[in-house]
Protein backbone atom coordinates (compact mmCIF):
# COMPACT_ATOMS: atom_id res chain seq x y z
CA UNK A 1 0.00 0.00 0.00
CA UNK A 2 1.25 3.89 -0.95
CA UNK A 3 2.34 6.12 1.72
CA UNK A 4 -0.37 8.50 1.25
CA UNK A 5 -2.96 5.53 1.27
CA UNK A 6 -1.93 4.30 4.70
CA UNK A 7 -1.73 8.20 6.22
CA UNK A 8 -5.63 8.67 4.54
CA UNK A 9 -6.62 5.56 5.97
CA UNK A 10 -5.18 6.87 9.90
CA UNK A 11 -6.17 10.33 9.07
CA UNK A 12 -9.53 8.76 8.14
CA UNK A 13 -9.92 6.36 11.33
CA UNK A 14 -9.10 9.57 13.71
CA UNK A 15 -11.67 11.38 12.21
CA UNK A 16 -14.44 8.76 12.99
CA UNK A 17 -12.89 8.33 16.50
CA UNK A 18 -13.34 11.94 16.86
CA UNK A 19 -17.16 11.92 15.57
CA UNK A 20 -17.32 8.62 18.08
CA UNK A 21 -16.99 10.95 21.09
CA UNK A 22 -19.39 13.45 19.93
CA UNK A 23 -22.11 10.84 19.49
CA UNK A 24 -20.66 9.05 23.30
CA UNK A 25 -20.85 12.26 24.87
CA UNK A 26 -24.91 12.85 23.80
CA UNK A 27 -24.13 15.69 21.70
CA UNK A 28 -25.81 14.90 18.69
CA UNK A 29 -29.03 13.61 20.43
CA UNK A 30 -28.85 16.73 22.64
CA UNK A 31 -28.85 19.00 19.50
CA UNK A 32 -31.40 17.42 17.37
CA UNK A 33 -27.73 16.68 15.28
CA UNK A 34 -28.10 20.49 14.62
CA UNK A 35 -24.33 21.05 13.02
CA UNK A 36 -24.65 24.13 13.24
CA UNK A 37 -24.84 24.38 17.24
CA UNK A 38 -22.50 21.23 17.46
CA UNK A 39 -19.86 23.53 15.99
CA UNK A 40 -21.02 26.09 17.67
CA UNK A 41 -20.35 24.43 20.59
CA UNK A 42 -17.03 23.44 19.81
CA UNK A 43 -15.66 27.14 18.92
CA UNK A 44 -17.00 28.05 22.29
CA UNK A 45 -15.03 25.18 23.71
CA UNK A 46 -11.67 26.29 21.35
CA UNK A 47 -12.21 30.09 23.05
CA UNK A 48 -12.17 28.67 26.21
CA UNK A 49 -9.07 26.72 25.64
CA UNK A 50 -7.22 30.16 24.09
CA UNK A 51 -8.37 31.87 27.25
CA UNK A 52 -6.68 32.93 30.77
CA UNK A 53 -9.11 30.09 31.89
CA UNK A 54 -7.86 27.07 29.10
CA UNK A 55 -5.15 25.55 31.70
CA UNK A 56 -7.83 25.24 33.97
CA UNK A 57 -10.42 23.60 31.47
CA UNK A 58 -7.88 21.11 30.02
CA UNK A 59 -7.50 19.84 33.74
CA UNK A 60 -11.27 19.47 34.37
CA UNK A 61 -11.97 18.56 31.12
CA UNK A 62 -9.25 15.62 30.96
CA UNK A 63 -10.51 14.26 34.43
CA UNK A 64 -14.12 14.20 33.90
CA UNK A 65 -13.38 12.52 30.39
CA UNK A 66 -11.18 10.05 32.32
CA UNK A 67 -13.51 9.32 34.88
CA UNK A 68 -16.62 8.53 32.31
CA UNK A 69 -13.99 6.59 30.38
CA UNK A 70 -13.48 4.25 33.32
CA UNK A 71 -16.71 4.30 34.29
CA UNK A 72 -18.05 3.68 31.20
CA UNK A 73 -20.66 6.64 30.85
CA UNK A 74 -21.96 8.51 28.20
CA UNK A 75 -23.89 11.74 27.98
CA UNK A 76 -23.92 12.07 31.59
CA UNK A 77 -25.48 9.34 32.18
CA UNK A 78 -24.34 5.01 33.08
CA UNK A 79 -24.47 2.60 30.13
CA UNK A 80 -27.20 0.47 30.29
Given at each position: ?23 KAGIVDLTANDRA ?44
Open positions: MRRWQVERRKRTRHLIELGGLVVIIYGALLGIAAKLQSDEGEHARELWAEKGKDAFVAGRYGGQEDE
